[in-house]
């Protein structure tokens, strides 16, 4: 008998424990684990960093303060004293490429070794949470690993060994611990508009002997992207079916994200008849997955275009926010956030709406 469920069984992001993507870094005392995070910060300032640490004030219970510490590069730090809520924290780290974890407080979903002699029963009062140890770092090199280490984990001296001096090194193993976990990009071709002022689908315009949604399709595709087309119904595989009815092109990029929120997604509009194959290569080589999208913009425009656009994971949940306070505008959302903006001629990015405008745009590109 088929288990009966009460709840739609949505696609999630895949996330850590805290983050979409963290490490805790334990076996030490934590003023060597919190200088070892911003020297390696300083080494890192492409990406957005958070660390998670908890307050270390005296009377703890009677401090009800959360700090959240913005330095100037947008890295930032966080202590708590109050209960953790695993998805809010998601939430709040949800727009950062890397989180560091004090282990000596929070189990993190992977995690870095520090061997102190000093910390041997610390480290064995959390022998459970090293499941998923990325590499150890030794504060010198005579310190041996402790004995119920290796039982526990017979591979452990197979791990990767770094002196905790060698920051470049270990700098550069988190870097390629944070580019492995950056999105696939998948493409999404928007159909499912309503064409009042065309007064016919504009998805099936010709300017280049077949329907512009096939044109927009095999642009994409051609550069090795899966893609969809955004419609209201979807009929077959190759269709995303807009679950946010009534809100345009907002409610279409939601769709996609909610189909799957660990790609990112190339989002391109039918009625752009003048984007080619040089723009959507141009927005991929310039792609950004640090920022919340890349996103074009005419030279001569005062606003991005949010049509030809790389949506990254981390835009999905702030979609939600705007959408929680009223507002179903991604351009509203791309002005507000941090995106990186690629700039081309406005030539490019003329949209075609009225039937004038269709067949001027299809004269110009016939000549």
């Known amino acids: 008998m088929k ?6 069984n949505l696609e999630r992001r895949d996330n850590d424990n805290h983050a979409p993507n963290e490490i805790s870094i334990l076996g030490a005392n934590c003023s060597v684990i919190s200088d070892l995070v911003h020297q390696v910060s300083r080494k890192l300032p492409s990406y957005k960093l958070a660390y998670f640490d908890a307050s270390h004030a005296k009377n703890v219970e009677g401090n009800q303060l959360s700090e959240y510490v913005f330095h100037h590069q947008g890295n930032l730090q966080i202590t708590t004293t109050g209960n953790l809520n695993k998805y809010q924290q998601r939430l709040d780290f ?4 890397y989180v560091f974890i004090n282990g000596n407080h929070y189990q993190g979903a992977k995690q870095i070794l520090i061997l102190d002699e000093a910390k041997e029963a610390s480290v064995l009062k959390r022998l459970s949470q090293l499941d998923n140890i990325q590499f150890i770092l030794k504060l010198n090199s005579e310190t041996e690993f402790f004995d119920f280490l290796v039982e526990k984990y017979p591979n452990i001296k197979n791990k990767i060994c770094y002196s905790i001096d ?9 870097n390629n611990l944070i580019q492995e976990k950056i999105a696939p990009i998948k493409g999404l071709v928007l159909v499912g508009g309503k064409s009042t002022r065309m007064g016919k689908d504009k998805s099936e315009l010709n300017y280049f002997g077949k329907p512009q949604k096939e044109v927009a399709k095999t642009l994409l595709e051609i550069n090795n992207l ?15 079916a807009d679950k946010f009815i009534d809100l ?4 279409g990029i939601c769709s996609a994200f909610q189909k799957d929120p660990n790609s990112a997604w190339f989002v391109l509009a039918t009625d752009l008849p003048f984007v080619d194959e040089s723009i959507i290569k141009l927005v991929l080589e310039r792609r950004n997955p640090s920022k919340v999208a890349t996103v074009i913009k005419g030279k001569n425009k005062d606003f991005p275009e949010p049509l ?3 949506y990254e994971p981390k835009a999905y949940p702030l979609l939600l926010q705007y959408l929680a306070q009223g507002y179903s505008c991604p351009r509203k959302m791309l002005i507000n956030s941090d995106v990186e903006i690629v700039e081309i001629d406005d030539d490019f990015i003329r949209n075609v709406n009225t039937p004038e405008e269709y067949r001027g745009a299809k004269k110009e590109i016939s000549s």
Not at 166 to 174: L, P, Q, T
Request: hydrophobic letters at 30%.
């Open 226 to 240: 899966e893609t969809f087309y955004s419609v209201h119904k979807a009929e077959n595989e190759s269709e995303i």
């Open 308 to 310: 030809i656009t790389i």
């Open 94 to 97: 949800a727009q950062f490429d």
């Open 166 to 174: 060698e920051i470049d090194a270990i700098s550069n193993h988190i």
């Open 3 to 8: 288990k009966h469920s009460k709840h739609t």
């Open 248 to 251: 345009g092109p907002f409610g």
